[in-house]
């Protein structure tokens, strides 16, 4: 492929188009292929080769984990100068879809362990007041006891 082509098709890939990406690889299929009729523009099967080409590295590409890919943005930088702006720019973006991945696994974390620690002081509170109400009904047990041997002492004095 040519610089300009690869040029082409990595700004159709930096502005997240599939049409275009689609047909900008199409089109590199086409020139590629060099059809001996000179048909301006790329044939219904350069662009389903073209869309199956862009599966494939979709499904490739999901299984890569984001340090994977960070580094590999790394080292494709320093063997593709050209592509420099471009990896930079796929960095930031990068970096900002993990900073609002990460802050939203922060809050829904932090919502959770709120709500954990809420359960846990509601069931201590019930224990708390159980053992309580327990120790109070024994007060009165013990103070009714008390009282009616009390009672019973000054009936039998009298």
Do not use: W
């Amino acid at each position: 492929m040519s610089e300009t082509q690869v040029t082409k098709l990595v700004q159709s890939v930096s502005k997240d188009d599939r049409r275009q990406l689609q047909n900008t690889l199409a089109s590199i299929l086409h020139e590629i292929a060099k059809p001996a009729v000179g048909t301006p523009k790329p044939t219904q099967a350069e662009t389903q080769r073209a869309d199956k080409m862009l599966k494939e590295g979709n499904n490739e590409s999901s299984l890569i984990d984001d340090p994977v890919f960070i580094a590999d943005l790394e080292n494709v930088s320093s063997t593709m100068p050209m592509l420099q702006k471009t990896i930079v720019d796929a960095h930031d973006q990068a970096q900002k879809y993990l900073g609002n991945v990460v802050d939203t696994l922060c809050r829904t974390l932090l919502g959770s362990a709120c709500r954990i620690q809420l359960e846990d002081i509601q069931v201590q509170l019930k224990l708390d007041a159980d053992r309580r109400s327990e120790q109070d009904i024994r007060e009165v047990r013990r103070s009714l006891i008390q009282k009616l041997n009390s009672l019973s002492e000054s009936c039998d004095s009298a």
